[in-house]
Structures are given as structure tokens and as C-alpha cells.
């Protein structure tokens, strides 16, 4: 590739607009990857559907691929891509958040993380190699680091020695990543290595750890560990703190988050990729999002609207369907009532992302920021 994998095209304060290239595919940042944690979104959408709202980066879990169908079987029917019938770029997270969600099933030790499986409670072992190998073997374009996510507040003392580990664990992803790169049956040899940055909620930690690890020269950087039980100005202090040690040329993406609130100030604060299971899983449930704020669209008092879920939203489902419908359906316990609702949400979010980045192309995010960010976060 002669395209320089991120080009930064500019900036308004801190707030970001790039482009990202691999082998899948460009990337217009900033940008919302939409989860589909086993190979497939929950709520029953396809890949198809996935073009259809927007969907510019899919996001899938290495540890629930790793147990079913097993990357191996992945690998041998030609890679994640494939399988799913996806052909845009997509990231893999590498299995360390969890190491951290499982607490109850773990132990961590210098050569990596021995748990059991949630499924079948069988005893499995996933270090940096491993990692790297599942990932290598499902084929993503971004492959994450193997990391500790620490549970929010950690003792220092603690939070120090898991830095100092997780470093060391992002040394050795490095060279495993390069030896599958280059090896002949290498699903996709560009898979490229993002490093996470961690610290818990101590700044001068976090900033020492992101010092660390970018002097290894790697084509990413996440900030891990947030949205893990700390208030959102903790999460947005932490970010304003590690920001200037980010290299400005380099992808920089927040995990697991968030809110549209969220998502605007954290753009606004230098971020390029995002990711949650939120938008769908509160679709699920019949909490959308709308321009105006969040409904729940379970209320009774929707039973007669024939309006569309947001009358400023185009997409597929308001052009076609009533909230009295799609509120029917949830009521009825049908599942069509989850698939409209989760694409409704993921075109939601999309589409923020598509009107920020329009935003800082004109030269008008501050603007959008001040009107969008709290109003997203009201509830109607």
C-alpha cells in the first residue's frame, strides 16, 4: 500500500477528520464500528443489512469465536470475512476485556490468562501468542492487543504492576503478529496490531503507559479500560490527559464506548474510533435513539402513533413503518420487533458519525457539539 494507512485531512480544536485505509477498505473517520460480537449483529442483522445502514467497519469478539465455531474452523473455511459474507474492513478485539468481565473464572500470570469457558465451563489458556493466532486465524485487518482491563477504582499499586504487564504482553503481540504476517497461509498478512492503553483512572499512569507504547511504532492506539464503571468525566479527564501523548499520525480509538453524547465529546476531544454494544442492545429493548433524544418505545402512549420512530431519521425502517407497528411487534414478542429496532439504532449512529464528520469538513463541529450533545442525551 502507497496510501499512508491514516492521514489526518484536518482538525477543528482537537476533533479530528481522517482516513484510514487497509486491506478491506477505506475509512472515513471519525467512525462507529458496529459489533457483531460472533459473526453476526444481535438482532438478526445480515452483512447485507450492514451496507444497507452505513456500516463502514464490523467489529467481532475474538474469545466467543475462539470457543465457537473455533477460529481454526474459521481459518479453514477462508477467514472471518468470508464466513460472514463481509467484505469492508472489520477489527477483532483480542479477548481482554474478557479476561476482565469473566473476574470470577480467571487467573492472570505472567505468560497469560488461565480460565474457564462460560459455555461448558472447560479450562482454557489465552496469553499474547494466542491471541494474536486467533486473530491471524479470523483474519481481521485490525487485530488488538492482548491487554488487562482493570476494574475502575484499582489500587495504584495494582494498576501499576498490571501496566507494566500488559507492556510487556504488547511486546510480545508485536513480534507474534509480525511471524504470522509473514508466514505462506497466512489468512490476511496486513492484519495490522493496535496497542491499548491502560492505567485505570490515574492520569500519570495512564500517561507513562501511552509513552510506553507508542515508542513501539505501532499503526494504532486505543484507550482500553474506560466505560467500566467511571463517571463520563472521569472517562473524558482521562482522555484529555493521554491525548497529546497519542502520535497525532496514528488511528486513535476509545473502546466500548458509548452514548451519542459520549461519542461527540470524546470526538471533541481527539478520538477516531469507537465501538458498543449499547445502540443494539438497548434496541433490543425497545429504547431508540431519535435526533430529539431517546424513547421508549414500549410506552402506551405510542399504541396509536403512526408516525415513524424519528420523522428526521431516513432510514429503512421510519421510511416504512409506524411506531404503533414496531411497537405491536415488541409487545407481541415478535422477533421482526428487535430487527427494525437494531437497525434503526445502528443507522442512528452511523449517520451521527457521517453529520460529524460532515461537520468538520465545513468547519462546523463546535456548532454541532453545542446543539447535539446534550439534546442526545435527554430522554423523551
Not at 15 to 35: D, I, K, L, S, Y
Not at 237 to 254: C, H, N
Amino acid at each position: 500500500m502507497n496510501k499512508p494507512i491514516f492521514e489526518l485531512k484536518k482538525t477543528e480544536g482537537k476533533a479530528r477528520r481522517g482516513e484510514f485505509t487497509c486491506a478491506h477498505g477505506v475509512v472515513q473517520t471519525p467512525v462507529f464500528m458496529n459489533v457483531g460480537t460472533q459473526g453476526a449483529i444481535k438482532g438478526a442483522l445480515s452483512a447485507e443489512d450492514l451496507k444497507t445502514i452505513g456500516c463502514q467497519v464490523e467489529l467481532s469478539n475474538t474469545y466467543h469465536l475462539h470457543l465457537r465455531p473455533t477460529d481454526k474452523v474459521v481459518k479453514q473455511l477462508g477467514g472471518l470475512h468470508k464466513f460472514m459474507t463481509w467484505d469492508g474492513p472489520m477489527l477483532t478485539d483480542s479477548g481482554g476485556f474478557q479476561v476482565f468481565s469473566l473476574a470470577s473464572l480467571r487467573k492472570i500470570k505472567e505468560e497469560g490468562v488461565y480460565f474457564s469457558s462460560h459455555i461448558d465451563g472447560r479450562k482454557i489458556f489465552m496469553g499474547p501468542e494466542e491471541s494474536m493466532q486467533i486473530q491471524s486465524n479470523l483474519g481481521s485487518d485490525i487485530c488488538m492487543a492482548f491487554d488487562e482491563c482493570i476494574e475502575n477504582p484499582s489500587p495504584r499499586e495494582y494498576v501499576k504492576k498490571s501496566i507494566d504487564r500488559t507492556y510487556r504482553w504488547l511486546v510480545r503481540c508485536k513480534a507474534e503478529n509480525a511471524r504470522l504476517n509473514a508466514l505462506p497461509d497466512t489468512v490476511n498478512p496486513q492484519q495490522m496490531l493496535w496497542g491499548i492503553n491502560q492505567g485505570g483512572t490515574y492520569p500519570d499512569l495512564r500517561i507513562e503507559h501511552m509513552q510506553r507504547i507508542a515508542e513501539l511504532d505501532l499503526p494504532g492506539y486505543a484507550i482500553g479500560g474506560l466505560a467500566v464503571g467511571e463517571t463520563a468525566e472521569e472517562m473524558y479527564d482521562i482522555i484529555e490527559a493521554v491525548e497529546p501523548y497519542m502520535p497525532a499520525d496514528k488511528t486513535r480509538y476509545l473502546m466500548g464506548v458509548g452514548t451519542p453524547t459520549n461519542i461527540i465529546e470524546a470526538v471533541a476531544r481527539g478520538v477516531d474510533f469507537f465501538d458498543c454494544v449499547m445502540p443494539a442492545r438497548n434496541a433490543r429493548h425497545a429504547r431508540l435513539f431519535t435526533w430529539e433524544g431517546a424513547i421508549n418505545l414500549k410506552n402506551a402512549k405510542y399504541m396509536l402513533d403512526e408516525s415513524p420512530i424519528d420523522p428526521q431519521c431516513d432510514c429503512p425502517v421510519c421510511r416504512r413503518y409506524s411506531k404503533a407497528y414496531i411497537r405491536h411487534l415488541f409487545v407481541a414478542e415478535e422477533m421482526l420487533a428487535m430487527r427494525l429496532a437494531v437497525m434503526h439504532n445502528l443507522y442512528f449512529y452511523n449517520k451521527l458519525m457521517e453529520r460529524i464528520r460532515d461537520a468538520l469538513d465545513n468547519g462546523t463541529f463546535q456548532q454541532f457539539r453545542r446543539e447535539y450533545s446534550e439534546k442526545l442525551a435527554r430522554r423523551i
